[in-house]
């Protein structure tokens, strides 16, 4: 779909509104951003979305829409720049959701390109003005990619024992205990193979190759942005290495939903081949000057701290590892690249990528198959005796419907560990893209009713982190906060939601995600702004902000903290109002003891469907309460040992 001018005009005034350049540097348009914004939606594969997009622009530039906005009888791109800023503000603010909704898609939209596009000459002048480096570029010294994913140039038909559909924590694992069991394999993943020779730091390339839908994905009102690895590994290749057990509380959760292992030996020998095979350790933890603040504050407030585990081998720590997330240049990282999906390359498996599996085929109530398409649009047929679902808590239950799976779990029971982040402005320069990904966490409010609560966690922050969690309330306020990204450290909150949302599937097969914070969930990610605040106080930061759409900011003395706390009450919880991101996904096709209650059965099989499995972080009965990857692995190590007996 092509906008009209019209549509150019009201796209183009809208992201110069946003980012009109200052001190010399170029604004939105100058940028090309309208034009990259525009290429994105179209990466939406939800045809009614994109829609929704062009339909808003064709209003945008009418008199009626600027009046809803308070900008009176003139049309936007005719409005000076202030007042342009306050017709912005009223969408922002609006009592409607949609509305919210609506700006903070564009606010997302038209600043990240602005801080992420690299420029006509591959370094954005942008980047100079707020002291940032950009990307690395690639490592002369990475070693030829080590897998050679299957060729597919025509319509293909295939045999296997096993089809694993999608490569990362889940996927990947599952194939590697089913090579290793002997059996014939083929993986099939939807995203592209990159590897450390393809790795450059870049945000832009970065987001657009391995992350789903560019790194665009959020729930249908705008109001949790989701991050989710699509690539060959899935969230193993970008994700942030850190490497939890499963607590022992969560185990006994799980177990009570009926799947005894949960709590047994079973499971725990799982949880102890994944960490083996991952080389998780303790001992690549030296704290970024990002991290020091962190470790400043908890220590200052005498609050419970300790090193991240972390699966990483030669982890270098050094400078340039602030860009994981964006691929490990110097194959530290062991995702299921390096290790699972290694293994089961070596043992024969086939690996498909730019596949994507459309539907499961069904036989006779049992899984024969899956049926797939190539990025080229060539045909895959895969004959199989059983087939794993390994697409992620957004997908499998996208997959399971458009095979025809009735159950009315699937999709339902959706846990996001919302995330939403405090800042801290040093005056020390502490460059926050650097240094180890994640060193240090605190769980000093893990627990605040029962095994709920929240965990604090930093993370490396490139512009973009600071764009997405961060308010926009005028071009020079938000371009004042962009050049103190050198000196802004975050505290993430991490929750563990008790409540959860859902995953729909619409008419076309494609997933749609409802969530909801309670208030029950609220009352803990409000402890956790407060808890984040004191542990910046603490650590001397001059100025302290939260993610709210409002300026909910201050200076710490004379009761700041409480004046901090009131203003984020009066700007409010809810969609809009203050901006969450999950970076674990889950829960959405559990695993349980009677299909009234859950999508899988205790070995992880569908209770409609013999020989489907799934192998994901859509099969937690609840939310791990702790980064899920460990445990997404050693679920699927522990249903594909089943699935191995099952097939022998
Ligand atoms: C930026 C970031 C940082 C993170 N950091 C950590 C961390 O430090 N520690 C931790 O424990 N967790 C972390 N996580 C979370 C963790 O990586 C994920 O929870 C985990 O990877 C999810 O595993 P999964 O198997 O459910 O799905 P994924 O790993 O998301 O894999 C699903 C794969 O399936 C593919 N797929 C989907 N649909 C189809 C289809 N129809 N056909 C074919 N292929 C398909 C996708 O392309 C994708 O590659 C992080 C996540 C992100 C995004
Ligand atoms: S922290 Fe650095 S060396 Fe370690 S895995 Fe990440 S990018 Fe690689």
Redesign the pocket.
């Known amino acids: 779909m092509e906008l009209t001018p019209k549509q150019w005009r009201a796209l183009e005034a809208i992201c110069d509104t946003f980012a009109p350049g200052a001190n010399g540097t170029p604004g939105a348009t100058g940028m090309g951003v309208p034009r990259v914004l525009w290429n994105a939606v179209g990466r939406n594969p939800r045809e009614a979305e994109r829609r929704q997009v062009a339909q808003l622009l064709s209003l945008w530039d009418t008199r009626l829409v600027t009046a809803l906005g308070g900008g009176g009888l003139t049309r936007f791109s005719d409005l000076s720049p202030a007042r342009r800023e306050e017709v912005l503000r009223a969408w922002c603010d609006s009592r409607i959701p949609q509305r919210r909704a609506a700006f903070q898609a564009l606010r997302k939209g038209a600043l990240l390109f602005y801080y992420m596009v690299p420029g006509e000459n591959g370094r954005s002048p942008v980047w100079d003005r707020i002291g940032y480096p950009g990307p690395l570029g690639p490592n002369p010294e990475a070693p030829r990619k080590a897998l050679e994913p299957l060729a597919v140039d025509r319509d293909t038909t295939l045999e296997c024992d096993v089809c694993v ?7 990947g694992a599952a194939a590697g205990v089913l090579a290793a069991a002997g059996l014939d394999v083929v993986v ?4 592209g193979y990159y590897d450390d020779e393809d790795f450059d730091g870049g945000e832009f390339e970065g987001y657009g190759r391995m992350y789903m839908y560019g790194g665009g994905a959020a729930t249908h009102d705008q109001s949790v942005a989701l ?5 060959l590994g ?3 290749t ?7 057990r499963t607590p022992d509380d969560v185990r006994e959760e799980w177990a009570s939903h009926g799947v005894p292992a949960f709590a047994g030996d079973e499971y725990a020998r799982s949880l102890d081949a994944v960490c083996e095979r991952l080389g998780v350790n303790q001992e690549h933890n030296a704290p970024s000057a990002r991290e020091q603040m962190l470790q400043r504050g908890l220590t200052g407030l005498g609050w419970h701290a300790d090193f991240m585990p972390r699966n990483v081998r030669g982890c270098e720590q050094g400078k340039v590892c602030g860009y994981c ?1 964006y691929g490990c240049r110097l194959g530290a990282k062991q995702s299921t690249v390096k290790t699972w999906l290694a293994d089961a390359y070596a043992a024969g498996t086939r690996i498909l990528v730019g ?3 459309e539907r499961v085929i069904v036989e006779r109530g049992a899984a024969a198959g899956v049926e ?1 398409r190539t990025t080229a649009g060539h045909r895959v047929s895969l004959r199989a005796r059983a087939v794993v679902s ?4 957004i ?1 499998t239950p996208a ?1 399971l419907r458009r095979s025809g799976l009735e159950n009315i779990n699937i999709g339902k029971h959706l846990r996001l560990h919302p995330a939403t982040v405090v800042w801290g402005v040093y005056d020390e320069e502490v460059r926050p893209w650097e240094g180890t990904m ?1 060193a240090i966490y605190s769980d000093q409010h893990r627990y605040l009713d029962g095994g709920y609560g929240v965990k604090y966690e930093t993370a490396a922050i490139h512009p973009s982190l600071l764009v997405v969690f961060s308010p926009w309330r005028s071009a020079a306020e938000h371009a004042r906060m962009m050049e103190a990204l050198p000196h802004s450290v975050p505290i993430g909150i991490l929750l563990r939601d008790r409540d959860g949302g859902e995953v729909k599937v619409d008419r076309a097969g494609q997933p749609v995600v409802k969530y909801r914070l309670s208030d029950y969930d609220v009352h803990h990610v409000r402890r956790g702004v407060e808890g984040a605040a004191e542990i910046h106080e603490a650590a001397g930061a001059q100025r302290v902000f939260s993610s709210h759409s409002r300026d909910v900011s201050y200076t710490p003395g004379n009761g700041g903290r409480a004046r901090f706390m009131q203003e984020a009450d009066a700007c409010g919880w809810d969609t809009g109002r203050c901006t969450y991101g999950s ?3 889950m829960g959405s096709a559990r695993m349980g003891g009677s299909p009234e209650t859950s999508a899988c059965n205790p070995r992880g099989e569908t209770w409609e469907v013999r020989g489907l499995y799934v192998c ?3 099969a937690f009965p609840s939310a791990s309460g702790v ?4 445990s ?1 692995e050693s679920i699927a190590h522990m249903n594909a040992a089943g699935i191995a007996d099952s097939l022998r």
Do not use: K
Not at 390 to 393: L, R
């Open positions: 559909v999608g490569s990362g924590a889940g996927g099939v993943e939807a995203g991050l989710a690895g699509s690539c899935g969230g193993t970008i994700n942030y290495t850190t490497s939890f997330n596949t994507h599996a797939a390994g697409c992620g808590a997908h997959l994640q970076f674990h996904i994901d972080g859509s980064n899920p990857m460990i997404i």
